[in-house]
């Protein structure tokens, strides 16, 4: 279904942004997975984004939003989003995609509350977010934040460190969340942002 969103759109419009994302966890405590993301956005800011293993294990998820951008006096991005999921996970999600940059700092945002269809007590909320500091045009560094609250339950936070390695139109994230836990675990990132013109 995105592939044919995909190939449609690219005929409409004179130039869009296509964003591929591959994540990859490992932990001790934590079995190896992996979690594709593909997003697709319109020149006019029309957003479709695709993602695997990320709302749950073995569900995939497709969502729609638009993008509301400025560049003064910082950049900014804010995607509100809605998706389907569907898998061993069955059922509905909204959020939004949010980023900010100054000068060398840059935030980054994805926000969402995703439910069940079949057990209400599957329902949660979710945010990751990245604050980074650019060294140079190739490497950036900073602190992560995950928070998790799933149906009436206490809520939960993980902090993590990130250095993001960027060579052309490729960055490399690498993540370590509870650094100074026996539950730490490493999420490593290999992304490719490209604009796609006729």
């Known amino acids: 279904m995105l592939i044919m969103f995909l190939g449609l759109w690219h005929n409409i419009y004179a130039q869009s942004k296509v964003t591929l994302q591959q994540y ?3 932990g001790q405590q934590m079995p190896f997975n992996f979690m594709p993301i593909v997003s697709y956005q319109a020149e006019t800011k029309w957003y479709l984004e695709s993602r695997y293993n990320y709302e749950a294990k073995n569900a995939a998820s497709l969502y729609i939003g638009k993008a509301f951008e400025g560049t003064a006096p910082f950049s900014y991005s804010v995607t509100p989003l809605v998706g389907l999921v569907l898998g061993d996970f069955n059922g509905g999600s ?3 995609n ?4 100054y000068k060398r700092l840059s935030f980054s945002s994805q926000a969402q509350y995703t439910f069940s269809v079949e057990d209400k007590t599957n329902n949660y909320s979710y945010s990751w977010s990245d604050l980074t500091f650019r060294a140079n045009k190739w490497l950036s ?14 809520g939960k936070f993980e902090k993590g460190l990130i250095i993001k390695p960027q060579y052309k139109k490729f960055t490399f994230p690498l ?7 026996n539950e730490r675990y490493f999420v490593l990132g290999v992304n490719f942002e490209m604009e796609v013109k006729n």
Do not use: C
């Open 24 to 26: 990859y966890y490992r």
């Open 94 to 96: 909204a959020g939004a």
């Open 98 to 101: 949010i980023s900010f940059d």
């Open 141 to 154: 560094a900073g602190v992560s934040l995950q928070q998790t609250n799933i149906y009436q339950t206490t």
């Open 175 to 181: 993540y370590i969340f509870n650094p100074t836990s």
